[in-house]
């Protein structure tokens, strides 16, 4: 597995401490174009992943066309940068990236249509992550907020929550 410090921007080294120690339930990591924030936050993901046997991922964008070719990309880089790419196999219809050993997904969706949010599902383990890029396109926190009900409202145990790039992290 390669170098952290070589992934992640000096500039999300507390953050991610934070993060391994438990410390909050939401990150809300904010910065233009080349802050890092995406890479950041696909690097813990799958790390988090890979260290919790029973943790999946939902990945969100405003507008799904915009998914693979942002943050699935951006996941892809992740997995090859930490070496752990003979682990993961990538599916582009549905899109999706899968832990081999374990089965534990990441799911990719688009938020304009809501509703069908609502039916994601996990066959093993729980959604500890949930990631929303370019939190702009959304139409402001109650519209995440709504979507966060959905999700939780069927009994998914949500650990985090990152969103353009912000976060949310709780104790299962």
Same mark, same amino acid.
């Given at each position: 597995?390669?170098? #952290? +410090? ?7 080294? /507390?953050? &991610? &401490? ?7 339930? &939401? =990150? @809300?990591?904010? /910065? /233009?174009?080349?802050?890092?924030? $995406?890479?950041?936050?696909?690097? !813990? ?39 752990? !790419? &003979? ?5 582009? $219809?549905?899109?999706?990236? $899968?832990?081999?050993? +374990?089965? *534990? ?19 093993? /383990? =729980?959604?500890? =992550?949930?990631?929303? !890029? !370019?939190?702009? %396109?959304?139409?402001?926190? *109650? %519209?995440?907020?709504?979507?966060? *009900?959905? #999700? ?9 929550? @990152? ?5 949310? =992290?709780?104790? +299962?």
């Amino acid at each position: 597995m390669s170098d #952290l +410090t070589k992934l992640i921007a000096p500039s999300f080294y /507390g953050v &991610h &401490h934070d993060i391994k120690a438990g410390r909050h339930t &939401h =990150y @809300w990591l904010k /910065g /233009g174009r080349g802050s890092t924030k $995406s890479s950041f936050i696909s690097v !813990e993901i799958i790390l988090g992943m890979m260290q919790d046997t029973a943790a999946n991922a939902l990945v969100l964008r405003k507008v799904a066309v915009n998914l693979k070719d942002s943050v699935y990309e951006q996941l892809l880089w992740a997995i090859e940068a930490l070496g752990v !790419e &003979h682990l993961w196999k990538a599916k582009l $219809s549905p899109l999706q990236l $899968s832990y081999i050993p +374990t089965g *534990q997904r990441i799911l990719f969706r688009g938020a304009d249509e809501p509703k069908k949010i609502k039916s994601t599902k996990f066959r093993k /383990g =729980y959604c500890k =992550y949930i990631w929303y !890029e !370019e939190a702009d %396109e959304f139409a402001g926190m *109650q %519209e995440i907020r709504t979507i966060n *009900q959905s #999700l939780m409202r069927i009994g998914m145990n949500i650990w985090a929550r @990152w969103s353009a790039a912000a976060v949310r =992290y709780s104790t +299962t």
